[in-house]
């Protein structure tokens, strides 16, 4: 298994920016599929962005243009540049792993299901 370790949440204003850091461990191999997802109190886990071990990145509509996902994978290390944040952006932010699979499936990048390695989380508050 992978560990996955995030880190870089923290309190901000409306319209700053931060950037989440996800550190993976263990049994890893860089070009798996990765993904940001966040949880809110009383709701649901949603994903808001994924990136395949080729690099190709998807967005969910609530994140597009303001969220960017990249990997360093000389570091092993998972980023989510968070711009021109919003109240609505509070959350637990979570990093998870598809260790199974290369490319992230356009029926699963989003669910929880589709990842087998989660971290512990960061905590965003945008007020």
């Known amino acids: 298994h992978v560990q996955l370790v995030e880190s870089g949440g923290e309190s901000v204003q409306a319209g700053g920016s931060l950037r989440l850091t996800c550190t993976a461990s263990g049994r890893t191999n860089s070009r798996v599929c990765m993904g940001w997802f966040r949880q809110a109190p009383g709701k649901e886990r949603e994903g808001g962005a994924a990136?395949?071990?080729?690099?190709?990145?998807t967005y969910a509509d609530n994140v597009k243009g303001r969220f960017t996902i990249s990997k360093d994978n000389a570091k092993n290390t998972l980023y989510l540049q968070m711009n021109n944040l919003k109240p609505e952006d509070t959350a637990m932010y979570y990093c998870?792993?598809?260790?199974?699979?290369?490319?992230?499936?356009?029926?699963?990048?989003?669910?929880?299901?589709?990842?087998?390695?989660w971290g512990q989380g960061t905590q965003v508050t945008v007020s």
């Open positions: 990136r395949s071990g080729n690099g190709r990145t």
């Open positions: 998870a792993a598809d260790t199974r699979n290369t490319y992230c499936r356009d029926g699963s990048w989003s669910a929880r299901g589709g990842y087998n390695s």
